[in-house]
């Protein structure tokens, strides 16, 4: 695979090894540990809940997290830490126990890299130390980008670690023992071909309603003048196996890292956050290719997911670089409600990761979360699209507003919802939980009732919501995350109950888990309850 394929896994994603482990870690600070790489791997390690506290019957499953875990080989580190070696952490939960396992991703560029004991050639995000030599930085031009460094999926029964590249790194559930590279052509359909066209994409596909199967985008990108890309909705059954839904020309390639689905569109912000080929070409890093154009404003597509027609709206207002959509429906009268997580402060896009403050406790500690969401409301009919922030007067209310890394109950996936649960990254003294990280729910339905949970000096991890199978109401069920114990250099597994955001129950690993990115629980069984309960209007 060339290197077009890895540009976009440098944006909120990776593509290359990493750095030293030159970070002291303070016995009083423990907040080092979230960022110090860590090299052993483990297989299946038992671990015990640390109280009598009863775990819900119905959790069974493995529970796996990506994160950067590797940031130095040989004489060369790399510069940012996007660039660090994606290593796979896997839970195997039930009732009574947890297993541990972590692997990092033995991927082609992993496996040459550390078998010539040096960086070897290749595009980064932000370079390396020392850097690439003019001839490496042209070698570099031809070298894969498999390095999957931000979430995991499951496709039909292939299990892949993606990027925001078109790259899959497929590797087994039981062992997280890495299987191949894969990077499908999503035009030649149910062939299973492989493809050396130039594709982004994005590391959070949608599970499709009513069908299961995931729902992504692929844009084609053109290398001739004249010629224009080209944007394309796919169904993907597993890797062998891709639909086109819908497929329509754009005039520029923009990074795009999420986007929502609702009972009948997928929604697509065309953020001016755009591609320059020709800069990256010189330099083989990522930074450099990509520049904000906000001038432009705002396209934001709807594809109808079953018919393939696309509603394109435009917006002057809040056209900005954003991480996450959290969810979107239809209100029933032509309009539609997007909440999205837009990042306040740009640097934060190209810099905010950079190796050097994330070993400097006092820049980790004047970090402050650079996000905020929003509601976007698009009215389909006259193309009219409403914004607006979630803010509240008090420092304290509007805390839960800044959180990203969210999610739902994937029951309400394009559904009215009130609930998502997320993270607020924020590392000063100064905020509601003292420099800590904290899960938060937040209730976009009524003001004023959100709720946190937080230890200090630990620092929580994405959540994820299991559903409980017999619930009958959105927050019916439990939240799982990897949180560091700052005291202890330790990730332990947290379980909440979502409802409350009470502890159920605590695992502790036998190691420390660098901050990571994305996971999914994979439940060994795959209930289809429905969800009832109180539907909030507009």
């Known amino acids: 695979m060339a290197w077009w394929t ?6 909120l994603c990776c593509v290359f090894p990493g750095q030293p482990t030159t970070a002291t870690v303070n016995a009083k600070d423990g907040v080092l540990y979230c960022f110090t790489e860590n090299l052993k791997e483990f297989h299946k390690v038992p671990m015990s809940y640390t109280s009598s506290r009863p775990v819900p019957p119905w959790l069974s499953g493995t529970l796996v997290r990506n994160a950067p875990s590797q940031f130095s080989v040989g004489r060369r580190s790399v510069v940012n830490y996007f660039d660090g070696f994606a290593k796979l952490h896997s839970l195997d939960i039930n009732q009574h126990s947890v297993n541990f396992s972590a692997s990092f991703l033995k991927t082609g560029v992993y496996n040459r890299s550390i078998e010539a004991n040096d960086i070897l050639p290749g595009p980064t995000f932000m370079g390396v130390d020392p850097p690439f030599s003019l001839l490496e930085r042209l070698r570099a031009l031809s070298s894969p980008g498999d390095n999957a460094i931000i979430n995991v999926w499951n496709f039909g029964g292939d ?11 497929q590797f087994d559930l039981d062992t997280l023992d890495t299987i191949g590279v894969s990077v499908p052509d999503p035009i030649l359909e149910n062939r299973g071909c492989q493809t050396t066209e130039v594709y982004m ?3 959070h596909p949608m599970v499709e309603p009513g069908t299961g199967h995931s729902i992504n985008f692929v844009m084609k990108v053109s290398l001739f003048p004249g010629q224009r890309d080209t944007f394309r909705v796919i169904r993907i059954k597993d890797l062998r196996t891709i639909e086109t839904l819908a497929s329509f020309e754009i005039d520029k390639i923009w990074y795009m890292h999420s986007f929502s689905l609702t009972e009948n569109f997928a929604i697509f912000f065309a953020q001016p956050c755009y591609y320059d080929f020709i800069r990256f070409f010189t330099t083989v890093e990522a930074q450099h290719s990509i520049y904000w154009a906000p001038d432009d404003g705002m396209k934001i597509y709807v594809v109808n997911l079953k018919t393939g027609n696309v509603t394109t709206l435009h917006t002057e207002a809040a056209a900005a670089i954003y991480t996450h959509h959290v969810n979107a429906y239809e209100t029933g009268d032509g309009r539609v409600v997007n909440d999205v997580v837009i990042l306040t402060n740009t640097k934060a896009f190209t810099t905010g990761l950079a190796r050097s403050r994330l070993t400097n406790i006092t820049a980790i500690r004047e970090m402050q979360s650079p996000t905020r969401l929003f509601r976007y409301i698009l ?3 006259t193309g009219k699209v409403e914004v607006h922030p979630f803010v509240s007067k008090s420092p304290t209310e509007d805390f839960p507003n800044t959180l990203d890394l969210p999610v739902i109950n994937e029951k309400c996936r394009g559904r009215r919802y009130c609930y998502t649960y997320g993270t607020v990254t924020t590392f000063h003294s100064n905020s509601p939980v003292k420099g800590a990280v904290p899960i938060v729910k937040k209730n976009v339905c009524l003001s004023h009732n959100d709720t946190l949970w937080s230890r200090p000096n630990h620092y929580a991890g994405e959540p994820i919501f299991v559903a409980d199978p017999n619930g009958t109401e959105e927050h019916d069920g439990v939240i799982l995350s990897s949180v560091l114990d700052g005291d202890r250099g330790l990730n332990y597994l947290l379980i909440l109950d979502a409802r409350t955001m009470k502890e159920i129950n605590t695992a502790y690993m036998p190691t420390w888990i660098p901050f990571g990115f994305h996971g999914q629980f994979f439940p060994r069984s795959f209930p289809d309850a429905p969800v ?3 539907h909030y209007e507009l």
């Open 6 to 11: 890895t540009i976009a896994a440098w944006l």
């Open 532 to 534: 009832t309960g109180t």
């Open 379 to 381: 009215d389909l009919k």
């Open 201 to 203: 994409s994005c590391a």
């Open 159 to 169: 299990f892949a670690a993606l990027t925001d590249a078109w790259v899959f790194a």
